[in-house]
């Protein structure tokens, strides 16, 4: 079975103290193959980091499930250990997640002792714990054994953290913002590292970031999250090219630098999980919707519910009405269906498996 | 708020320059020895431009900055000069620095999301520098302020009555920057006003600095670790490395076509969304940065630079002028190359695609091979 972590239509609720309950995932269908670069992007509120920690276990889905190679994750003690030792979780914040009265020696060989990995025949701890320093780039690891968190820069201290998840020799890396507190020329280095380790070890990455450019630098595929679901998922050439949804649009469009675009800076904030708009939940800031381009779908927007967007590894997917009236008309489709700004739409890969 | 402009400065408005720092040295004592943070560092910024500071942790960019305003811890040993419409801050007595802050100069701190005071209605804490400056304006009159200050951030003036915690990061940054606004300076100065920010936050924070500057004709001074930020937003981009500046110039031409190669590899550090050349090549720069109190001889970028010489290690090179106002610190620019558009930038070829105002075509792109 390949390595394979997936999410079939995950939710996950919070009673707020108010006893509101606010979904934090609202359904959510992702797929990360073994070997492939995913980044899952979005704003703050968006349940992309409650999405990560629900695929290692670590927030129990109030529906639906998730899948390690092909079977269903169970709530034992014992299925999630064999989940998280082939599934690593890199936190971010490096200085906040490493133990500071640990040597890098110790919070490298924790996940080993705690596993229970070293056996009299194999590899000693040692050796694994330097193999572990140096596939993550800290040359010669011996150096650095016996050094404190506060001893190290920015960029060693994240290479620690991905030492650690290597040192258990997993199969699939989630990487929670792995260089948003890092500084420029770091930035690129843990970048590559994480595409060095695709190549040579034939990782899956799960990167978890807001950042597009980290996305275009590294990924093979995206997914989009808004206020608990996701709302369009391909890959990133696609996606970042031809984006579909008004949100990614957005998005797309407020990265520094982008000066092709017109920026179209939405007003507000996600809004608040307790109380999750009807119809498309991104309606009340859809820019499509606000300009009036979205007048044919209007009442579906503001009235009918998406259905979840199925995961698919291939091809270009996005939940809105919009779009989906502009696939179905047939002209639409093999002609120039306009975005917003008056460029082509790309619907290569809508539909297809 | 007219009140605010008389507020005792000295008056040397239009002759002056809005902020011309004149060969700063910052060095603080530690118990080994002198430090030196900032080491000779000239710089302007006039009314209604914005000039952004670049440069990674510990290049002196933040000391710089409390500099500006006398804020620089008192281990600090400070020569040069910062002039602020002509009067020279460092030297200044007591009353008249005081009577700068905030009203004249205000700065917005990095990590504004915990300068606030979790105890107080951020009304009163908007409104604190307005009663210490404009002791004679009416209770009222300071309420309908902060209401206006609000609105002028984006926020909702009912807004005032809310304790931080009730706020997400955004309204906190943006409560931040209606506080340093409140007594109408000429002068901003921030430092990282986004960095802990979302993108869609960020945009909307940005838009609200430069319509100010733009609305107002203060002067900005902004740092970032961010160049693509700051070709954004700013008019003129000094990139800073070990303390001393290493280029500077218009925003564009030194994001777009960086002539130091520092300042390339902060350029090629963010890629531009759609350009085929940083596919799956992040670029980054090996090496740390270097420790201030053992600085190799010569350029103390070398190092880390790819493009390093013989040439380099002699001694640190001079800031010299190109073209167009640029200015960049480094021996190996090929002086052949230096005309206005077509600059041979030295970190070219493993970074972006040359002088970058060429952007990759306008439609979205169809990526033939790139796609199955």
Redesign the interface.
């Known amino acids: 079975m390949t390595a394979e972590l997936s999410a079939e239509g995950v939710r996950v609720e919070f009673t707020t103290r108010s006893g509101r309950v606010a979904r934090a995932l609202d359904g959510a269908d992702l797929v990360v193959r073994g070997g492939e670069v995913l980044a899952l992007v979005g704003e703050s509120g968006s349940g992309k980091t409650t999405l990560a920690r629900t695929l290692v276990g670590l927030t129990t889905p109030a529906a639906g499930e998730v899948r390690w190679k092909g079977e269903t994750l169970g709530r034992s003690a014992r299925s999630l250990k064999a989940l998280r030792r082939d599934v690593q979780l890199v936190l971010q914040d490096p200085l906040g997640a490493l133990n500071p009265r640990h040597t890098v020696y110790d919070s490298v060989a924790e996940g080993l002792r705690i596993h229970k990995l070293v056996t009299k025949t194999g590899p000693s701890e040692t050796e694994r714990v330097a193999a572990a320093l140096s596939a993550a780039g800290l040359r010669p690891p011996e150096a650095l054994f016996l050094r404190y968190p506060h001893e190290l820069s920015g960029g060693q201290r994240q290479r620690v953290l991905i030492a650690g998840a290597l040192a258990l020799q997993p199969s699939l890396l989630i990487a929670d913002e792995p260089v948003s507190s890092l500084d420029a020329s770091i930035r690129g280095e843990i970048l590559a590292l994480i595409l060095k380790l695709r190549e040579e070890l034939g990782l899956g990455v799960l990167v978890v970031t807001h950042d597009l450019g980290l996305a275009w630098n590294i990924a093979d595929r995206i997914a989009v999250m808004y206020l608990g679901r996701i709302v369009e998922a391909g890959p990133t050439e696609e996606v970042l090219t031809a984006p579909q949804h008004p949100y990614t649009q957005a998005l797309l469009s407020v990265v520094p630098e982008m000066d092709r675009l017109e920026p179209i800076v939405l007003h507000g904030e996600i809004p608040d999980p307790t109380r999750i708009p009807a119809g498309c939940r991104f309606h009340p800031r859809c820019p499509a919707l606000a300009s009036g381009e979205a007048d044919a779908v209007a009442h579906l927007c503001r009235g009918t519910a998406l259905p979840i967007l199925p995961s698919d590894p291939e091809g270009h997917r996005s939940a809105c009405h919009l779009v989906a009236q502009r696939v179905s008309t047939p002209l639409d489709h093999r002609g120039a269906p306009l975005d917003h700004r008056g460029a082509p739409l790309d619907h290569r890969g809508e539909g297809t498996p | 708020m007219s009140a605010a402009t008389g507020s005792g400065l000295p008056e040397a408005r239009g002759a002056a320059r809005l902020l011309d720092i004149r060969d700063l040295h910052v060095t603080y004592a530690t118990g080994e020895g002198g430090l030196p943070a900032v080491r000779g560092v000239d710089l302007t910024v006039e009314r209604g431009q914005i000039v952004g500071v670049a440069g990674?942790?510990g290049c002196g960019k933040s000391t710089l900055a409390s500099t500006i305003l006398r804020l620089q811890p008192p281990s600090a040993t400070v020569t040069g000069q910062v002039l602020f419409d002509g009067s020279d801050i460092l030297t200044m007595r007591w009353g008249a620095l005081r009577a700068v802050r905030w009203a004249g100069a205000s700065i917005v701190f990095q990590g504004a999301l915990h300068s606030l005071n979790p105890v107080h209605r951020i009304g009163r804490q908007i409104a604190e520098p307005i009663e210490t400056h404009l002791p004679s304006l009416s209770e009222s009159r300071r309420t309908a302020r902060v209401g206006e200050l609000l609105e002028q951030v984006g926020l909702d003036p009912d807004r005032a009555r809310s304790y931080p915690h009730q706020l997400?990061?955004?309204q906190k940054q943006r409560v931040m920057i209606a506080m340093a606004l409140a007594c109408d300076p000429h002068l901003v100065v921030a430092d990282e006003p986004t960095t802990a920010l979302?993108?869609?936050?960020?945009?909307?924070v940005l838009?609200v600095l430069s319509d100010l500057v733009r609305d107002r004709e203060v002067g900005m001074l902004m740092i970032s670790?961010?160049?693509?930020?700051l070709?954004?937003l700013c008019d003129k981009i000094t990139v800073m490395y070990a303390g001393r500046v290493v280029e500077s110039g218009p925003a564009k031409q030194v994001?777009a076509g960086p002539l130091h190669p520092y300042a390339g590899?902060?350029s090629?550090?963010?890629?531009?969304?759609?350009?085929p050349a940083?596919?799956?090549?992040?670029?980054?720069?090996?090496g740390?940065?270097p420790d201030p109190r053992n600085l190799t001889q010569g350029c103390s970028f070398a190092p880390r630079c790819a493009r390093a010489a013989e040439e380099c290690l002699p001694a640190e090179p001079p800031l010299e002028t190109y073209d167009d106002g640029r200015q960049a610190a480094c021996v190996r620019i090929d002086r052949t190359h230096r005309s206005s558009s077509g600059v041979e930038t030295p970190s070219v070829e493993t970074h972006r695609s040359s002088s970058g105002v060429e952007?990759?075509s306008?439609?979205?792109?169809?990526?033939p091979g790139?796609?199955p």
């Open positions: 990674e942790s997400s990061g955004g979302d993108v869609m936050v960020q945009a909307q838009g670790h961010d160049l693509s930020v070709a954004d994001f590899a902060l090629a550090a963010f890629p531009r969304v759609g350009d940083a596919r799956f090549a992040p670029a980054g720069l090996p740390d940065p952007t990759p306008v439609e979205p792109v169809e990526n790139e796609t």
